[in-house]
């Protein structure tokens, strides 16, 4: 049987051990939704690296600003890629 490993942060929510046990369900009955996510997170993380590395956008006077709004991006996207994966059955 396979086995899913979840994440505390999906379970902070719950109050009871009956509560998370229906969430770990309704989780594990989300599998193909996790892997969709996953694939529209990886081309984000994708178009937004290759935004990054734009020249055009050397010469602009907020570049720094631009490049840190970048940066917090990814690093928001790749957070819930993370719980997506986590999340996902493990064989």
């Known amino acids: 049987m396979a086995k899913q490993v979840v994440s505390g942060s999906w379970l902070k929510h719950c109050k009871t051990a009956e509560d998370k046990e229906l969430f770990k369900q309704s989780l594990q009955e989300s599998q193909s939704v996790f892997r969709v996510l996953i694939e529209i997170i990886d081309g984000k993380i994708d178009q937004n690296l ?42």
């Open 50 to 91: 290759k935004d990054r590395e734009k020249k055009e956008l050397y010469d602009s006077p907020n570049w720094a600003l631009r490049q840190a709004d970048l940066v917090g991006e990814a690093r928001a996207y790749k957070i819930v890629e993370d719980l997506c994966r986590k999340s996902l059955t493990k064989p």
